[in-house]
């Protein structure tokens, strides 16, 4: 069974400070990550795909980057907006499936 | 612009039936791959099922396989998914969302509340 792991389960940071989110797959998948950001009652935006690309519209303090099994979520500056839910995500070809982390929630400390 | 507008959702009992649906809108519907995926109270992301543009190829998360349905209408730009035998673990929220370059989603709908309880 393909897993994500993401970690920590919860960050508590301040405004200004830089998160650092971790997502490890349980094989390797190449470059082939996306991440989102979901805030509560709000549907999941995409943030980030093929593991370091932004999505349309994301500010440049979003950055990504790994390949094969661990990839991270950079965030560099947080700012109040930035504190929600965060998923990894990932297709696996064996068996055909798409699977989500179970997310970092970044909380104001 | 794009926007995908669920409905159908509901409070329905164990056992019951439900099908929710999605109309799109802003973009070449028929091209493109459409997914359900769910999100149970205070949970995270569940892949449910996705349809290729033509819907010559299926997928089912082993959760709902031979229970659900997707289907899609593409002269209507409507995703539907049919739930049969509901059970109280299937109660989320279902989003529908479109699927890029084969693996993520890039527009998502507002999601549609599905309750199963007696």
């Known amino acids: 069974e393909f897993v994500l792991t993401q970690s920590p389960a919860t960050l508590s940071l301040s405004p200004g400070e830089r998160a650092t989110l971790s997502c490890r797959a349980s094989?390797?998948?190449?470059?082939?990550l996306a991440w989102y950001q979901q805030k509560p009652g709000q549907a999941p935006r995409l943030l980030m795909y093929?593991?370091?690309n932004r999505a349309t519209g994301i500010p440049a303090r979003y950055s990504g980057s790994g390949s094969g099994t661990d990839f991270t979520l950079t965030i560099s500056s947080l700012e109040p907006e930035d504190f929600a839910v965060y998923y990894c995500?990932?297709?696996?070809?064996?068996?055909?499936?798409?699977?989500f982390g179970q997310g970092t929630k970044v909380e104001i400390k | 612009e794009v926007q995908l507008v669920e409905s159908g959702g509901g409070l329905v009992k164990p056992g019951e039936s439900l099908r929710v649906s999605c109309a799109a809108s802003?973009?070449?519907?028929?091209?493109?791959?459409m997914t359900w995926v769910r999100q149970a109270p205070g949970k995270g992301l569940e892949w449910v099922s996705s349809?290729?543009?033509?819907?010559?190829?299926?997928y089912y998360a082993d959760s709902v396989e031979g229970r659900f349905t997707i289907s899609r209408d593409n002269a209507e730009n409507s995703l539907y998914l049919q739930m049969n035998s509901l059970r109280a673990e299937d109660t989320a929220v279902y989003y529908c969302?479109?699927?890029?370059?084969?693996?993520?989603?890039?527009?998502w709908g507002q999601g549609t509340l599905v309750t199963v309880s007696s």
């Open positions: 349809i290729r543009g033509g819907s010559d190829y299926i």
């Open positions: 093929d593991a370091s």
């Open positions: 802003g973009f070449t519907f028929s091209l493109y791959t």
């Open positions: 094989q390797s998948v190449s470059s082939d």
């Open positions: 995500q990932q297709r696996s070809n064996r068996p055909l499936t798409w699977t």
């Open positions: 969302a479109r699927e890029s370059r084969g693996y993520f989603y890039d527009y």
